[in-house]
């Protein structure tokens, strides 16, 4: 894979007189940095806003990342060819957002995580999407969110949002419904506490594939006495605060848990 960026060149085709009178008039020249003029707002256009789509279906070498980054640090201080610059400002605090002192750049890397988890994402989602079908079938994806996803025969594609699939497994979470989905010791379904399993060693006398609705008494309530034994005191109480599974109600649902809306944005 091979990416030139010509920032100089670009840079220097610009109408700063132009783009200056347009903030200006926006009202929002004050809030650049008069140090690095022009340059970190044209770069910030650039980073956020160029066509990234060759990271949105592939996960790109590290390296490549590093020297597309490379480009930027020293194109925003003004070096030219042959000639570096010394950085007055750490990356890290670049891409921090403004409010925060930074220039709300974006990490590369994170960002082609996000593009596949987003692809990873919608793999569970969007269920009658006929992409999403065909390729369940296709690398036999029977669960609706299995811990892993990687095949031993895969695409290019598929293996790199398998590699991301880990985190986007670990901050997805079951809305319960009617229990019958739900894993009750294997799935993350309880708020800020994790799959239950990992508070008994050993997994010792649990049945480990028992779904959540076997967790309710007769009376619908749920069988508290038999988490006790098995789990502390404060994951039983968030255990009580989430309502019984009915049999009446929706399937359980799959969400994103980092947002108040449930959806990976």
């Known amino acids: 894979m091979t990416i030139k960026i010509d920032l100089e060149k670009a840079y220097d085709l610009v109408r700063w007189d132009f783009v200056e009178s347009s903030l200006n008039a926006a009202g ?11 340059r970190h707002t044209f770069l910030s256009f650039v980073w956020n806003g160029w066509d990234i789509s060759f990271m949105r279906s592939t996960l790109v070498p590290k390296s490549i990342c590093d020297s597309i980054k490379g480009i930027a ?8 060819e042959g000639k570096r610059k010394l950085a007055l ?37 969007k269920s009658e999407a006929l992409w999403v079908q065909v390729l369940r079938v296709k690398y036999s994806l029977h669960e609706e969110m299995p811990e892993s996803i990687m095949r031993n025969r895969c695409s290019y594609m598929w293996r790199a ?26 799935d993350n379904w309880v708020p800020n506490v994790g799959p239950l399993k990992q508070y008994v060693p050993g997994h010792d006398n649990i049945v480990v594939h028992s779904k959540v609705s076997e967790m309710v008494m007769d009376n619908g309530d749920w069988n ?22 009915l049999d009446i109600v929706r399937p359980d649902i799959l969400s994103w848990s980092k947002t108040t809306t449930g959806v990976f944005l």
């Open 224 to 245: 508290i006495d038999l988490f006790r034994l098995w789990l502390p005191e404060e994951v039983i109480s968030r255990i009580i605060s989430i309502p019984p599974p």
């Open 89 to 125: 400002v750490g990356w890290n605090n670049i891409c921090q957002p403004k409010p925060h002192g930074g220039l709300d750049f974006r990490h590369l890397e994170d960002q082609n995580k996000v593009f596949m988890m987003k692809i990873g994402y919608n793999l569970i989602v």
């Open 28 to 38: 929002r020249l004050g809030e650049f940095d008069k140090v690095v003029p022009y």
């Open 161 to 186: 949002v398998a590699k991301a699939w880990p985190l986007l497994h670990s901050n997805m979470i079951w809305s319960i419904g009617n229990g019958r989905t739900v894993h009750c010791w294997e």
């Open 73 to 80: 640090r020293q194109f925003i201080w003004g070096a030219v």
